[in-house]
T-cell receptor, first 110, second 114 residues
Framework: GENVEQHPSTLSVQEGDSAVIKCTYS??????FPWYKQELGKGPQLIID?????GEKKDQRIAVTLNKTAKHFSLHITETQPEDSAVYFC?????????FGTGTRLQVFP | DGGITQSPKYLFRKEGQNVTLSCEQN?????MYWYRQDPGQGLRLIYY???????QKGDIAEGYSVSREKKESFPLTVTSAQKNPTAFYLC?????????????FGQGTRLTVV
């Protein structure tokens, strides 16, 4: 069946450094790729998304890139801050549902 | 404020009991979803509903049941047939059921079997 692989599972960076999280998907028909941030004890919140007709999208310190040929998409966070610490999930659309990756726990140390 | 509300935040259940988790949204969204979250795993889809009075099984529907009698409400019942029900349960909604639009999540219900 369809699946989304996400790496790494944990990521520790120094404040001010960049962080990159990578995902691959299996369903070539997927055309919507959102990224969610989940803080402890809360529900996930959308931080950025990209559609298959676009290769890159940026929103302040956050950017997402998509390579449809390779079925890869990545989240880039620049100038990381302690409040960026959370679990991040990628997802890919598949017919009428979203398939989520297994999550990346990002820790930003001051 | 518009949003999606789950209750209760914490729930304890004795083995062999059914329990119902509440999910209400006032966003006027057509589609609603239930996910289960376990440590080290992604969000797994239990059930989803694209319209009132209709719902479909997700990837892990066994041991769960839902109803969608009103657009605003999508309660999830965890039955005694669910072998390992302890988990964090998340409800979500989106404008339409194609899942090509943003999904809004509730704050979750943590269910513990005691």
């Amino acid at each position: 069946g369809e699946n989304v692989e996400q790496h790494p599972s944990t990521l520790s960076v120094q404040e001010g450094d960049s962080a990159v999280i990578k995902c691959t998907y299996s369903d070539s028909a997927s055309n919507y790729f959102p990224w969610y941030k989940q803080e402890l004890g809360k529900g996930p919140q959308l931080i950025i998304d990209i559609r298959s007709n676009v290769g890159e999208k940026k929103d302040q310190r956050i950017a997402v890139t998509l390579n449809k040929t390779a079925k890869h998409f990545s989240l880039h966070i620049t100038e990381t801050q302690p409040e960026d610490s959370a679990v991040y999930f990628c997802a890919a659309s598949s017919t009428d549902k979203l398939i989520f990756g297994t999550g990346t726990r990002l820790q930003v140390f001051p | 404020d518009g949003g999606i509300t789950q209750s209760p935040k914490y729930l304890f259940r004795k083995e062999g009991q059914n329990v119902t988790l509440s999910c209400e949204q006032n966003l006027n969204h057509d589609a609603m979803y239930w996910y289960r979250q376990d440590p080290g795993q992604g969000l797994r889809l239990i059930y989803y509903s694209q319209i009132v009075n209709d719902f479909q099984k997700g990837d892990i529907a066994e041991g769960y049941s839902v109803s969608r009698e009103k657009k605003e409400s999508f309660p999830l019942t965890v039955t005694s047939a669910q072998k390992n029900p302890t988990a964090f349960y998340l409800c979500a909604s989106s404008i339409q059921g194609s899942m090509n639009t943003e999904a809004f999540f509730g704050q979750g219900t943590r269910l513990t079997v005691v």
